[in-house]
């Protein structure tokens, strides 16, 4: 979440709003390696929304993030 925002330069405050959901959830949800510290429903709006702003999360053996190419 964290690397996320960083590529489209947001603040926690930023992905909150977008989210809809509280600042304290994303700074939750970014304080723990492991487990979301939040619920199903909240991780994924915070995901929707940076998927929306052109983030894209990556799987297999090298998970990570970057910067969409389907904008």
Same mark, same amino acid.
């Given at each position: 979440?964290?690397? #996320?925002?960083?590529l489209?330069?947001?603040?926690?405050?930023?992905?909150?709003?977008?989210?809809?959901? #509280?600042?304290?959830?994303?700074?939750?949800?970014?304080?723990?390696?492991?487990?979301? &510290?939040?619920?199903?429903?909240?991780?994924?709006?915070?995901?929707?929304a940076?998927?929306?702003?052109g983030?894209?999360?990556?799987? #297999?053996?090298? &998970?990570?993030?970057?910067? #969409?190419?389907?904008?």
């Open positions: 979440m964290r690397a #996320g925002r960083a489209i330069r947001w603040s926690a405050e930023d992905l909150a709003k977008a989210a809809k959901v #509280g600042v304290a959830t994303v700074r939750r949800a970014e304080s723990t390696d492991g487990e979301v &510290p939040i619920t199903g429903a909240n991780c994924d709006a915070i995901r929707l940076l998927e929306l702003s983030v894209e999360f990556t799987d #297999g053996d090298r &998970p990570g993030v970057r910067i #969409g190419t389907k904008l």
